[in-house]
């Protein structure tokens, strides 16, 4: 696969050290921080520079998204059933508005809307470093987690449709695309990405700002046409 090419005749030298200082950079941006969350997301992709950016990226990805689903699966066994992070669509809609959305239970402070946003701006934007530089496999099924959970939780989990949580789905979609473009054989679509292709239903996208709908969003037809092109 394209993604394995190049490993064997040029070693990619990562810095540990530059990473955990790109962490705590990261870190000092959130709902504590000044300015917007969308402009603190912004803010916070330009701190991750370079390969060593790019790996912390997809670390956060990875850290959000085994929280998320451990965090879920917490409050499926509590209804006496079973977590499946291969397609969380399907357990939420049966188990309605009990379950919460695992997004905003910030894992080591990690906020989807910021910390998750900066990272996967990083990643679309270099998607041909990100698969020279970590396993993009398991890096596409952690956005596609991230994916279904923000969609899902619109759907069924009474969460608001919002101006940073649109920005983070659209991104979402298009980051995956470019990263499987980067891939010579990506895998299937995940079931959860295909169901919602089906769909033709557009979302009011809300400004808290100003308290008011400022558009409206059809994530089916955006997934159709990015990753079916």
């Not at 879920?72 to 939420?92: C, I, K, V």
């Not at 049966?94 to 239970?105: E, H, I, M």
């Not at 910021?114 to 990272?119: D, E, G, I, L, P």
């Amino acid at each position: 696969m394209r993604w394995l090419r190049g490993l064997g005749k040029r070693r990619i030298q990562l810095d540990p050290a530059r990473q955990q200082e790109l962490l705590r950079e990261l870190r000092q941006f959130g709902p504590h921080g000044n300015g917007k969350l969308g402009d603190q997301a912004v803010r916070a992709s330009a701190v991750l520079e370079g390969i060593d950016g790019v790996a912390v990226a997809a670390s956060i990805l990875r850290e959000f998204a085994d929280a998320a689903f451990a965090d879920f699966a917490t409050q499926s066994a509590a209804l006496g059933m079973t977590a499946d992070r291969r397609n969380y669509r399907e357990l939420w809609e049966s188990a309605g508005k009990r379950l919460k959305s695992p997004l905003f239970a910030r894992p080591r402070g990690l906020h989807p809307y910021v910390h998750v946003a900066a990272a996967v701006t990083v990643i679309g934007a270099q998607a041909p470093a990100t698969v020279r530089i970590v396993d993009p496999l398991p890096l596409l099924s952690h956005m596609f987690e991230i994916l279904d959970l923000t969609l899902a939780g619109w759907e069924y989990g009474r969460v608001l449709v919002d101006v940073d949580g649109a920005t983070l789905a659209v991104n979402l979609i298009t980051a995956a695309t470019a990263l499987r473009g980067e891939m010579s054989d990506p895998p299937p679509l995940p079931l959860p990405a295909r169901t919602q292709m089906r769909s033709n239903k557009s979302v009011n996208v809300l400004d808290p700002a100003v308290s008011r709908i400022v558009g409206q969003w059809n994530p089916g037809k955006q997934m159709r046409e990015c990753l079916l092109a």
